[in-house]
């Protein structure tokens, strides 16, 4: 089975703080991506890494920086945290050139 | 107009009902469509991928129709656990493997 782990499912950071989410698969998947999801909206591409220090902007990636040192381990950045970041985070990976998608449990994210 | 769109409902269905959904995408070029389904709080996950052909699995049965630019999600003799969100997913031409959700339709099962 695809295991994807997120570092927090809860998380409160203030406004200005500097934010890391961290995200790690165990089935070797070369594509790994960062979205939000907001009601309404649904989820949002941030950024998505398809090879180790690789990095592609998705559709919202103002104010998020990612970064991809290990195959295994894809991070979220928010520089700065500002309150309209607040949403729920969802890490996913998947294979090259295969359309499925497998997603962590999501990290909670409250900024005040 | 949206890349993929869906009625966000909630479809309100008896037990045993037979429910379908649909959902529309925007690029003629797409590859490739799956049905996610999203528990309340939880991530989503892949229900089924959708083949040009139809394809069936158990009592849900997804059908693709390039020429008018949709996808459906037919359901069978519903059971109170399909209850949750379903996802509409588009994958694009060319590039990596960028998707794109559609917002999700909301079925809920009533005994």
């Known amino acids: 089975d695809v295991k994807v782990t997120q570092s927090s499912r809860y998380l409160v950071k203030r406004t200005g703080e500097k934010v890391f989410l961290e995200c790690v698969q165990d089935?070797?998947?070369?594509?790994m991506f960062w979205y939000r999801q907001d009601p309404g909206l649904g989820l949002r591409l941030i950024y998505f890494?398809?090879?180790?220090?690789?990095?592609e902007k998705g559709d919202i990636p103002e104010g998020y920086s990612v970064s991809r040192e290990k195959k295994e381990r894809f991070s979220l950045i928010l520089e700065s945290a500002s309150t309209n970041q607040t949403s729920m985070y969802l890490c996913?990976?998947?294979?090259?050139?295969?359309?499925?998608?497998?997603f962590g449990p999501g990290t909670r994210l409250t900024v005040t | 107009r949206k890349e993929v769109e869906q009625d966000p409902g909630p479809f309100n269905v008896p037990e045993g009902a037979t429910v379908a959904f649909n959902c529309t995408y925007s690029?003629?070029?797409?590859?490739?469509f799956f049905w996610y389904r999203q528990d309340c709080r939880k991530e989503p996950k892949l229900l089924m991928s959708?083949?040009?052909s139809g394809n069936e699995d158990g009592r849900f049965t997804a059908q693709l129709n390039r020429a008018s630019q949709y996808i459906s999600l037919l359901i069978r003799d519903s059971k109170l656990s399909d209850s949750a969100t379903y996802l509409c997913?588009?994958?694009?031409?060319?590039?990596?493997?960028?998707?794109?959700f559609g917002t999700g339709t909301k079925l809920q099962v009533i005994p």
């Open positions: 997913v588009v994958r694009h031409s060319g590039g990596y493997q960028k998707v794109t």
């Open positions: 690029n003629s070029a797409s590859q490739s």
């Open positions: 959708v083949y040009s």
């Open positions: 890494s398809y090879d180790v220090k690789m990095k």
């Open positions: 089935m070797d998947h070369e594509n």
């Open positions: 996913a990976s998947g294979r090259e050139l295969v359309g499925e998608q497998y």
